[in-house]
């Protein structure tokens, strides 16, 4: 008891130096969570880097797969655009089409009727360009129709070959009443009359066009509106077929 109460300084100084103890103690312990916190958060920053590097490059190798796919669907597309373009021109050139279909249809119902095609290939080499042809001349006359009560007019070809006529369909004015004259805008009827007195008549509305052979020629008919009343016939003849 008389030593405790003789050296009071060296219980102090022993406590102190065991606080010091577990100060540092607890310092050293919190360094050593903080190293090993970081050691691990460094880690697993490493490794995140990692990661999203590889799924980086696996994300660039598929764009880079899909680039190469779509440069060869485009490739694709452009040879079949080519490839339908080429289809179409060969189709264009080995299907007719036009007068040509229509010489095609005629043959084709021409062998299904029976006709030998050694007849027909006879009558087709046979048939040569039109020659001996007259310059086309150009007529007119006054078209008939109910209300008119003029003559009735016609023009002729080729000498009194073939004579034209036609009647029509009278105008109605703003009236509601029908003129003398023809309307352009409706049906015809235009009548051919050979020297021998045969007809052929040809309807519809204006222009109409009509040939026929008469002896050795062959005359073509154009028959159009002229100025009102009018009707022009313009016609030409060749040597016949």
Wanted: glycine share 10%; net charge positive; proline share 5%.
């Amino acid at each position: 008891m008389n030593f405790i109460l003789q050296d009071p300084g060296g219980r102090y100084q022993r406590r102190a130096a065991a606080a010091r103890r577990r100060f540092f103690l607890l310092a050293a312990a919190i360094g050593l969570c903080c190293f090993v916190s970081y050691r691990l958060g460094a880690a697993g920053t490493q490794s995140g880097e990692a990661a999203y590097k590889e799924q980086a490059g696996k994300l660039q190798g598929e764009k880079d797969t899909l680039e190469q796919k779509l440069t060869s669907l485009r490739s694709d597309v452009q040879s079949a655009q080519v490839r339908y373009q080429q289809l179409q021109a060969q189709y264009k050139q080995d299907v007719p089409s036009g007068t040509l279909k229509q010489l095609t249809d005629a043959v084709r119902q021409q062998l299904d009727d029976g006709i030998k095609p050694e007849r027909l290939l006879y009558v087709i080499q046979s048939v040569h360009p039109p020659r001996g042809c007259t310059d086309p001349v150009t007529k007119r006359f006054v078209m008939r129709t109910p209300v008119y009560k003029g003559p009735h007019g016609s023009v002729s070809f080729g000498q009194g070959a073939v004579t034209v006529t036609g009647e029509g369909a009278p105008s109605v004015n703003q009236s509601g009443r029908e003129d003398a004259w023809y309307d352009p805008g409706k049906p015809v009827s235009i009548t051919f009359t050979g020297a021998d007195g045969k007809k052929a008549e040809r309807h519809g509305l204006l222009p109409i066009e009509y040939s026929v052979v008469v002896g050795k020629k062959e005359y073509r008919f154009t028959v159009a509106a002229g100025e009102r009343s009018f009707i022009r016939v313009t016609s030409d003849s060749c040597d016949a077929p």
